[in-house]
């Protein structure tokens, strides 16, 4: 019976290099590649303006049976941990209440931008032509599973150990109306996913995974660790023994296009516009959640940005590749005011929209509003005086009748919604780098906070139709709003949110929102 | 006291409150400067803190000057300018076990550099591997 090419092709490869003797992992790998596998004429669903070449390689030289060694020890160590010790000490229970509210927003959040890693990475495996490059990739495929379970699992151990557990156990249900999740599809989902599969590696591996898992994966264990959290160092530390791989994944789709004609057309704007997607969510929430959701601080967020995003990923990945034409990202000095003020202007419309939440926020102190005008001078003037005069007006209080989205509507401060990144801004009260623009199509108005989104969004358009909250819920009362979009306890009228965690403090239910009559409207209609 | 300048906190990340924010916002620092360094992060484990503690600010201590190493609560931050190289053959001699470069991944955390494998080393480099320098094949003896 005649054999067929591809059987053919394998049998004359194997009488040529035959099987090492030895299993050592690095010579197994070495005889695999001399198989050539020819993936020159690949054919994919998921197409890219750049040519990758089939030569690039897998830079830690991996074979199944050590990732999966590799992975079950990572595994074993993690859960030993979480199971034995962490259990018995009670460490849920040791994490300061306002840390554990923050956890319910990165760990939850982090889960689905895992998630549509899966995908992402698939696209990348079946849109490269190296054999060790499609190696590297399936690798993360299999990683980005792994992490996503990791997320569900420390939100599961949050929930059935710790303290308040809603918020931890089921965010999800609340993504219609949470304010903070459309930008976060934004920009771990879409930014992933969608697109030319080379623009979906630099925002993934190359900036997402290469610059901000840094801050959010590596940094966020500092701030838990001050603030009594031992499970989630032992966890996203553990998730980022495999992100080193995935950077080196961004770097090789780069190797792979370096010479490519398209990467001196296309990839500075690329690159620009991936950077600009990514700080334009990460930079504002993970300095809200890091200093207005610990109680010990480690450092202020702009000192962790200038470090881990500006200093090292700017000077050591981009830096470093200035003579292949790369260049330093032209959106750099409006993210560098955004990574000093932006998520100071975040937490005053997160605390103003808190009952659309699943997590419980607290106005700072006195004593940290001394921490914050002496790192951030004339932060008092703008936000320090009017948390004091939100505090006055009772807004902890569920009989105050007062809710702070009130004092924006009072002041004339309307809250608009980015189009392109989904995050909110206030151009009339804010520090960091937003200002309004208000742009038509197709009988439609769309604001946008920044020149960088506003130039994405005119060169697709169709790409970015996703309803913001003004929009979808206009005209309907803000009670009525929170029961359909599950935003209730499970007694069936306690909201998820709250604007305080101290424990002793009555919780507010749907009917003391009710009382208030808060309508939603749409800015852009006033306009 | 002069402080490493490839420490956690050095050069701007001494000043605080107006002087900080000067330096931070001067013209000169609206774009990113290219860097040498390479930053490398260790989840604490019984092998890394061995790798750390005796060999890295041990035996190696003099073979890198520029190497820094700090303790930030759940992980070792190290950073360094050119390389730093792990030999996991003298991991496994120090630990008295095998120890492969692969056992030495599941506790490496984060990388900024160019990081790689080639028999049982681990290095991370500010070369550009692959651009500038090729990355090698393992060969056999």
Avoid at chain 1, 213 to 239: K, Y
Avoid at chain 1, 241 to 267: C, F, P, W
Avoid at chain 1, 478 to 499: F, Y
Avoid at chain 2, 88 to 102: A, D, I, R, T
Wanted: glycine residues 6%; hydrophobic residues 35%; aromatic residues 12%.
């Amino acid at each position: 019976m005649a054999i067929s090419t591809a059987t053919k092709a394998a049998t004359d490869a194997l009488a040529v290099n035959r099987a090492p003797v030895s299993v050592g992992a690095q010579e197994v790998h070495r005889w695999m590649q001399s198989f050539t596998w020819d993936f020159d004429k690949n054919r994919t669903k998921y197409s890219t303006k750049y040519k990758m070449a089939n030569d690039t390689k897998e830079q830690f030289k991996l074979i199944a049976k050590e990732y999966a060694r590799m992975e079950s020890v990572k595994d074993e160590r993690q859960f030993g941990s979480l199971q034995d010790v962490l259990t018995r000490v009670d460490a849920a229970n040791r994490v300061h209440p306002k840390w554990n509210e923050s956890m319910k927003v990165i760990s939850n959040f982090l889960e689905v931008g895992e998630y549509n890693a899966i995908a992402a990475t698939g696209m990348l495996w079946d849109s490269a032509t190296a054999p060790e490059q499609k190696n590297g990739y399936l690798g993360q495929v299999l990683d980005e599973i792994r992490h996503t379970n990791q997320c569900g699992y420390i939100n599961y151990y949050f929930a059935k150990q710790g303290q308040d557990a809603a918020g931890h156990n089921d965010a999800r249900r609340t993504r219609a109306i949470g304010p903070l999740w459309k930008g976060m599809k934004r920009v771990f989902s879409d930014g992933f996913i969608s697109g030319d599969a080379v623009e979906c590696s630099i925002n993934l591996q190359l900036v997402g995974e290469a610059c901000f898992t840094n801050p959010l994966i590596v940094a966020v264990t500092e701030w838990a660790s001050a603030n009594g959290d031992e499970m989630t160092p032992t966890v996203f530390l553990s998730i980022e023994t495999d992100e080193l791989r995935h950077m080196a994944n961004g770097y090789q789709t780069v190797v792979s296009i370096a010479n490519d004609e398209a990467a001196s057309k296309y990839l500075n704007t690329d690159l620009n516009n991936a950077f600009w997607t990514q700080q334009k969510y990460f930079t504002p929430v993970l300095g809200m959640m890091f200093e207005y959701g610990s109680h010990f601080k480690v450092e202020p967020w702009v000192k962790t940005w200038n470090r881990w995003v500006y200093e090292d990923w700017g000077g050591i990945w981009i830096g470093r590749l200035g003579k292949y034409g790369v260049e330093s990202p032209a959106s750099l000095r409006d993210a560098k005011k955004d990574a000093y003020w932006a998520h100071h202007d975040l937490f005053l419309i997160a605390y103003a929209l808190w009952p659309t939440g699943f997590f419980r926020l607290t106005l700072p102190t006195a004593e940290e509003a001394e921490w914050y005008e002496a790192n951030y001078p004339g932060w008092y003037d703008m936000y320090g005086k009017v948390y004091e005069e939100w505090r006055a007006r009772g807004c902890e209080d569920p009989d105050s009748g007062f809710l702070p989205l009130q004092w924006f509507i009072e002041n004339n401060h309307p809250i608009y919604i980015d189009r392109v990144s989904q995050v909110p801004f206030c151009p009339s009260y804010c520090k960091g780098a937003s200002t309004l623009r208000v742009l038509e199509f197709n009988g439609k108005k769309h604001s946008f906070s920044d020149p960088w989104g506003e130039r994405m969004w005119l060169s697709e358009p169709e790409r970015y139709e996703c309803q913001n909250i003004f929009e979808q819920y206009e005209g309907r009362e803000l009670s009525e709003v929170i029961a359909e979009g599950h935003g209730l306890r499970s007694d069936g009228k306690t909201l998820i949110s709250q604007p305080h965690t101290n424990k002793n403090g009555r919780l507010w239910t749907l009917d003391d929102i009710k009382k208030i009559g808060c309508v939603f409207s749409d800015p852009l209609k006033a306009l | 006291m002069s402080i490493n300048s490839n420490a956690y906190n050095a050069g701007i990340m001494q000043k605080t409150g107006k002087a900080f924010a000067d330096e931070y916002f001067a013209e000169e620092n609206q774009v990113v400067h290219e860097s040498d360094t390479v930053v490398l992060v260790l989840k604490k484990s019984d092998e890394l803190n061995t790798v750390v503690e005796e060999i890295l600010l041990g035996s190696h201590k003099d073979q890198n000057s520029t190497l820094v190493v700090e303790d930030r609560a759940g992980f070792w931050w190290l950073k360094a300018t050119g390389k730093i190289e792990i030999d996991c053959v003298e991991v496994s001699e120090l630990l008295g076990k095998h120890y492969s470069v692969y056992d030495l991944l599941v506790d490496v955390s984060s990388t900024i550099g160019r990081a790689y494998t080639l028999g049982e080393t681990f290095t991370i480099t500010s070369e550009l591997m692959g651009l500038d320098v090729k990355l090698k094949d393992f060969e056999t003896a």
